[in-house]
């Protein structure tokens, strides 16, 4: 069974930190609460008083790259294309592409002899074999539910993965310890080696040794700033392992509940997670092979037998979700 590597179950982490994100702030929004508060990034600012982002006092909750991210995925500025005046009858409107021209597809409403309106999809690019083909909206939607549905895991394969998830970070921990525990020792031996030098300076009458001292201390002045950078990148993380994963990890074991809300924003929040990018829709066939996001993915080649949340191999620096 393969193992996830550094860099991949790094990514994971991140992901899923962005989903609870994600999630969490949609059902404030769901509840009528307005959106949550911003997470300190050791930045402040105040547009209203014309405060501009600067440098605050305090430590950062979490690293600025992270709340950058989830600032623009929150924004809508990630994945899902973004399509102005969406209509709320069509809830993959802008998502899901034709697969012989890529063009997305449109909607529209069709009046029967007897004045039932009827809602369709359709490719409207010209020059494409599917041009004016419609789609009633009950397939191509009804077809998405049964594709999301697939994506969910199996009760015991997601007890699975949570645990397995759990050791991994509880390797990542224990990663983190030792290398803060490594990095501060060599802060107090550089500390000691530059007292030890200046004592030196005192008793050398030869300036070509004075000059020669005076290059080593400088040498590990700079090496000492190079090694409280790299404890600052490596602390422990912010979050536990449940803010991180427990609201994540509910999307990630039916994604259908979320999908079936009455709310566009929160079908929208699905595409957002579950894709990477856009679906390819062909009539009278169905959907083309989805690009899933890393959580689904890993599960997916997890059920098929391809890969394993093992632990990583050896103590390279893990960065925090």
């Not at 609460?33 to 982002?53: D, F, H, Q």
């Not at 829709?281 to 599960?299: C, N």
Request: net charge positive; proline share 5%.
């Amino acid at each position: 069974m393969a193992r996830l590597d550094v860099e991949t179950s790094n990514q994971l982490f991140e992901v899923l930190g962005q989903w609870s994100v994600t999630l969490e702030e949609n059902s404030r929004r769901s509840d009528g609460g307005g959106p949550c508060p911003k997470p300190y990034a050791g930045y402040v600012e105040s547009p209203g008083l014309g405060v501009s982002r600067r440098e605050g006092q305090h430590q950062a909750i979490v690293s600025y790259a992270d709340f950058q991210r989830v600032q623009d995925r929150l924004d809508g500025k990630l994945h899902t294309p973004y399509r102005k005046n969406i209509n709320d009858d069509f809830a993959l409107l802008g998502f899901v592409v034709c697969a012989e021209c890529q063009a997305p597809l449109r909607s529209c409403w069709s009046t029967g002899r007897h004045g039932k309106r009827h809602p369709y999809y359709l490719c409207q690019t010209g020059a494409c074999a599917s041009y004016g083909k419609s789609i009633k909206r009950d397939v191509i939607e009804g077809e998405f539910e049964t594709l999301l549905s697939t994506l969910a895991p199996s009760e015991a394969l997601l007890r699975a993965a949570r645990l397995m998830l759990k050791d991994l970070w509880d390797h990542r921990l224990s990663i983190f310890a030792a290398q803060t525990k490594a990095l501060r020792a060599r802060l107090a031996d550089i500390e000691k080696d530059v007292s030890q030098y200046l004592e030196r300076i005192l008793d050398a009458s030869l300036p070509s040794v004075v000059q020669a001292i005076e290059a080593r201390i400088g040498k590990l002045e700079k090496e000492k700033v190079e090694v409280k950078e790299m404890m600052s990148v490596s602390s422990m993380p912010a979050s536990s392992f449940d803010d991180v994963a427990r609201t994540a990890l509910q999307f990630l074991a039916n994604p259908l509940n979320l999908w079936r809300s009455e709310r566009l924003e929160d079908r929208r929040t699905v595409l957002k997670l579950a894709f990477l990018d856009r679906l390819e829709y062909m009539r009278g066939e169905g959907y083309r092979t989805a690009s899933l996001s890393l959580p689904f993915k890993v599960l997916g080649d997890l059920k098929k037998g391809k890969s394993g949340l093992a632990r990583p191999r050896g103590v390279e620096p893990l960065s925090a979700p």
